[in-house]
């Protein structure tokens, strides 16, 4: 029971991983560079950006495509096979398709918050907190996406309190790993 919930959650959160991984390759080759406006397009409170120019309309478009992409494979494609079939926590192929992309990219605008925030408290983009709300805000540097992801998904897939339990295992373990590995690909302006 417990496996196939560990493996089930898992399962659920492979198209963030696509779209990671497209947003990812965007920044590396500069595709949709049209789309790299930030999206507080420079506007400020207080003397600071809102937003700041990390956060750009192609990341909320091209995690929300990369999502679909991946949503759409497990949902048409990897359905058909009995064994991915068996791990998915409800019926993929009777939700619906456009799901993968909204969750993907209401995942990725619910990092907004944080970097408000963190502009609030002159903390740069792709910098860290110094200080006890280091840990606070490497926390929520993880764990942010999940929120956005949740609100959207629950609607479809019981979030159940051991689904969240384990969806923030596999995120808080899985993200810091791609956010090197981006930085060391080029995908990623820091490793952080």
Same mark, same amino acid.
Request: glycine fraction near 0%.
């Given at each position: 029971m417990l496996l196939r919930e560990v493996i089930g959650t898992a399962y659920l959160l492979l198209p963030l991983l696509g779209g990671a991984v497209l947003h990812g390759l965007c920044l590396r080759y500069g595709w949709l560079g049209f789309l790299a406006r930030p999206i507080d397009a420079g506007r400020t409170l207080g003397g600071k950006p809102l937003f700041g120019h990390s956060k750009t309309l192609r990341g909320p478009l091209a995690v929300a495509a990369g999502s679909a992409t991946v949503w759409a494979v497990q949902r048409t494609l990897l359905h058909r096979f009995g064994a991915f079939a068996e791990i998915e926590l409800v019926d993929l192929a009777s939700l619906p398709g456009w799901l993968g992309a909204l969750a993907g990219g209401v995942a990725e605008l619910t990092e907004l918050p944080n970097s408000f925030v963190k502009r609030r408290l002159g903390i740069a983009a792709g910098a860290t907190a110094r200080g006890p709300l280091s840990v606070l805000f490497y926390l929520w540097d993880? &764990?942010?996406?999940l929120l956005g992801f949740w609100l959207v998904v629950a609607?479809?897939?019981p979030a159940t309190? &051991?689904?969240?339990?384990l969806s923030i295992v596999i995120v808080g373990g899985i993200h810091p790993l791609l956010t090197v590995a981006g930085y060391l690909l080029g995908m990623r302006p820091t490793p952080r």
């Open positions: 993880q &764990l942010d996406v609607w479809f897939v309190p &051991l689904r969240i339990a």
